[in-house]
């Protein structure tokens, strides 16, 4: 799970909410000055999003805000940052676990995108526009929003690099099947916000990193990286 220390192994490189403060927060606000001033408008956005500010959820969210894929029984609940290593190693032991899950109708998968990472991208505010791409694809394709989520972890781009441009996501979004006029929306960061809050709300709540993976609602006590390990559990957590 992702913590703010670093480890070669997934389960040890959990980013704690602890350095939301103090010297992490000093650091984060050079960087985002810096950005400002250095970003290169060729691959970043350096004008002001039109989701600045404005609280704007997309459309057909759960009861608690979580984006519901499916609708079987067993309820996974997912924490992530689309920029977190320990996210992606869960998603390749898992993913395709979930999707077979998906297929036969056993879960339902309640995908909760935070984002914490935004400083470890180089200023390009990676973990957020890409949240954010999840968050337009769902108010506006929902069919494509799991398949679309999957593809972004193939393509999942390292820490401390500046991550994806906003053409590039919407390049693997038309790749999934998402209709053009909807990726052309990624650039106006529109949900961006709602990410934000929806991050704050995450930690408020008790989450201390990513990913925080739920059963529902009990912590999945299982080894996160093992393959078939979390459909164990999903078995034994059906009625």
Known sequence: MSTRTRSTRPSDSRYRVARRVGIGVLVALVVAVIAVVVRDPATTDPAPRAG????????????????????????????????????????????????????????????RPISFLDELSEGTEYSTRSANALATVVDADPDHAWPFHRALYAHQPAEGAE???????????????????????????????????????????????????????????????????????VGQAAP
């Open 52 to 111: 600045d500010g404005e609280v704007v959820a997309p459309s057909g969210l759960g009861p608690e805000g979580s984006i519901s894929i499916g609708d079987g029984p067993v309820t996974v609940t997912v924490y992530f940052d689309y920029l977190c290593p320990a996210c992606g190693a869960f998603e390749e032991a898992n993913g395709g676990t979930l999707d077979q899950l998906l297929q036969t109708d056993d879960v339902t998968v309640d995908l």
């Open 163 to 233: 991550g994806l441009t906003d053409d590039q996501l919407a390049s693997i979004a038309r790749d999934v099947g998402v209709p053009s006029e909807v990726a052309a929306l990624f650039a106006e960061g529109r949900h961006e916000a709602w990410i934000a809050q929806q991050t704050t709300r995450a930690f408020d709540s008790g989450v201390t990193g990513t990913p925080t993976i739920l059963i529902d609602g009990k912590p999945f006590t299982g080894d996160p990286y093992e393959p078939g390990s979390l459909a164990s559990v």
